[in-house]
């Protein structure tokens, strides 16, 4: 069965700080992997997502994700916070043997002025 | 610009009374997921369909919820009767059918059962 973890429901930084959120996902095919970035009463929307071509994925709003199987990670990375990146993220997982999306607890961003 | 459309954004209703949660999909797209957000359990699937067939709906409560795709421009959650351990934000989300696209989510029907 796949799985999705996400270390740490919230994460501070300072604005101008690097942003590392944390996602570990477990599955016994080759993932398919989806960041997704929820601002306040919204939807979810797509971050960026890996589906096997380059391991590193570079996303909308200067985020970017580096797919490291030997670890089994996912991480989310920006260098630098802006105040409107506080939101909540959400990592998630597919698999060709399984389309529904495993979505991780999710990981709140605050930031700090 | 291509949107999944859920209505209504917000609801309130008191215990006992049925809810119906409307969304449409994207065109084209042949997959539609519904879920629940709470503060307590995060984000549930509560159904899965697919060309307008149910493929997974365990993750929801059949004594009260209902989900249903009477054509492939609309799809319901009912909740009969609703219960205030219901309040929560449903998302409904579709996506073209492929394993490795992503869904695309609406903003979303906040529901409070009073």
């Known amino acids: 069965a796949q799985s999705v973890t996400q270390l740490g429901s919230h994460v501070s930084v300072s604005e101008g700080a690097l942003v590392l959120l944390r996602c570990n996902y477990s599955s016994s095919v080759p993932p398919y992997l989806f960041w997704y970035v929820q601002y306040p009463n919204q939807g979810l929307q797509l971050l960026l997502k890996?589906?096997?071509?380059a391991t590193l994925v570079k996303g909308i709003n200067g985020f970017e994700a580096e797919f490291k199987k030997s670890e089994t990670s996912f991480h989310l990375t920006k260098p630098s916070a802006h105040m409107s990146d506080a939101a909540e993220y959400f990592c998630?997982?597919?698999?060709?043997?399984?389309?529904?999306?495993?979505w991780g607890a999710g990981t709140k961003l605050i930031i700090k002025p | 610009d291509a949107r999944v459309t859920q209505t209504p954004r917000h609801k309130v209703t008191e215990m006992g009374q049925e809810v119906t949660m409307r969304c449409q999909p994207i065109?084209?797209?042949?997959?539609v997921f519904w879920y629940r957000q709470t503060m307590m359990q995060g984000l549930e699937l509560l159904a899965y369909?697919?060309?307008?067939?149910?493929?997974?709906d365990s993750g929801m409560p059949k004594d009260r919820f209902s989900a249903e795709m009477p054509d492939a421009t609309l799809a319901t959650l009912k909740i009969q009767p609703s219960e205030p351990r219901d309040s929560a934000v449903y998302f409904c989300?579709?996506?073209?059918?492929?394993?490795?696209?992503?869904?695309?989510f609406g903003q979303g029907t906040r529901l409070t059962v009073v």
């Open positions: 989300a579709s996506g073209p059918g492929t394993v490795n696209t992503e869904a695309f």
């Open positions: 369909f697919r060309n307008r067939a149910p493929l997974d």
């Open positions: 890996y589906t096997s071509a």
């Open positions: 998630a997982v597919t698999s060709d043997s399984n389309y529904q999306l495993i």
């Open positions: 065109l084209g797209h042949n997959t």
